[in-house]
């Protein structure tokens, strides 16, 4: 799993602060207390540029934990499922990990998760409306099919992959 330094996927981040402050709320909202293992859980997701499985995320959270703290896969799972159904966090196809929404401070509707099958890296990229609507003119007229969701993913090479490849 390549961890990577990325300047731009950084800034995205820290205008995304309010990720932790949202995730927070939700589970106060949620009735739940905020406990070591559930801020660790939190973090965790905050600083992943790759997709985290349930499994995984369980994992590093333990390991920011005393031997008397501790968060059982079922915790792990109700939150994922409750940041999910808000929009905090999205899935990344094929094995449906999570990864921690970058844009929840944007006000654009549109985004595409690109993902790179090289190196797992997911970003999400806001496209401009005027950029996507023939597409979505397209699906509408000429197959009667009416988008709703607006992230879509799509595979491909991450940029640094790229470089690497040319060396
Ligand atoms: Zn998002
Ligand atoms: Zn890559
Ligand atoms: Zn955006």
């Known amino acids: 799993m390549a961890v990577i330094d990325d300047p ?7 205008k995304s602060e309010s990720f932790k402050d949202l995730c927070v709320k939700t589970l106060k ?21 790759v997709p985290l499985s349930p499994k995984v995320i369980l994992q590093k959270t333990a390991e920011q934990l005393d031997e008397q703290e501790s968060i059982d896969a079922v915790t792990v799972y109700r939150i994922l499922d409750r940041f999910s159904e808000l929009g905090l966090v999205h899935q990344v196809a094929p094995n449906g990990d999570y990864i921690a929404c970058t844009h929840l401070a944007c006000e654009a509707s549109t985004h595409i998760m690109t993902h790179c099958t090289s190196c797992d890296a997911a970003r999400e990229i806001h496209v401009p409306e005027e950029v996507l609507a023939p597409m979505l003119w397209y699906l509408k007229s000429q197959n009667q099919f009416e988008p709703k969701k607006h992230l879509f993913q799509l595979d491909g090479i991450c940029a640094r992959c790229q470089a690497k490849a040319k060396t």
Do not use: Q, V
């Open 8 to 14: 731009e996927w950084e800034k995205e981040m820290g």
């Open 29 to 49: 909202e949620s009735g739940a207390r905020l406990t070591k293992p559930r801020m660790a859980l939190i973090e965790c997701l905050a600083h992943s540029k």
